[in-house]
């Protein structure tokens, strides 16, 4: 499995970024995570791949908005009203397992990440 991520940037607070994950191969559960410097990696927003069921870190609900076009073996991370603390490295990541959550260490496959800049 490959991701491929694309998107980042840098925008001002309150502003808007989509991010897009192309992937490759088979994944089950699949979403986006994110890392700021001298942080932990967290789980931003998670699916299962073709379930409507979506999971999103406490503090990202009601501003971000995960989704996917499974035509374009494409997940995006539509990102509204950003804060500076939204900032840091955003990755995609997916997992073969039939439980999806947004645990970091239950991913298997990463991408390079895409840099997110809110100033």
């Known amino acids: 499995v490959q991701l491929v991520e694309s998107g980042g940037g840098v925008v001002q607070a309150g502003g808007s970024l989509r991010l897009s994950c192309v992937a490759s191969g088979y994944t089950s559960c699949i979403g986006w995570f994110r890392q700021a410097p001298g942080k932990e990696r967290e789980g931003v927003a998670t699916?299962?791949?073709?379930?409507?069921?979506?999971f999103y870190a406490d503090s990202v609900k009601g501003r971000f908005t995960i989704s996917e076009d499974a035509a374009k073996d494409t997940v995006y991370l539509e990102m509204n009203s950003l804060k500076p603390e939204d900032s840091g490295m955003y990755y995609c990541?997916?997992?073969?397992?039939?439980?999806?959550?947004?645990?970091?260490?239950?991913?298997?496959?990463w991408g390079q990440g895409t840099q997110v800049t809110v100033s």
């Open positions: 699916f299962r791949g073709g379930s409507s069921r979506k």
């Open positions: 990541a997916a997992d073969l397992r039939l439980s999806c959550s947004t645990r970091a260490g239950e991913y298997t496959f």
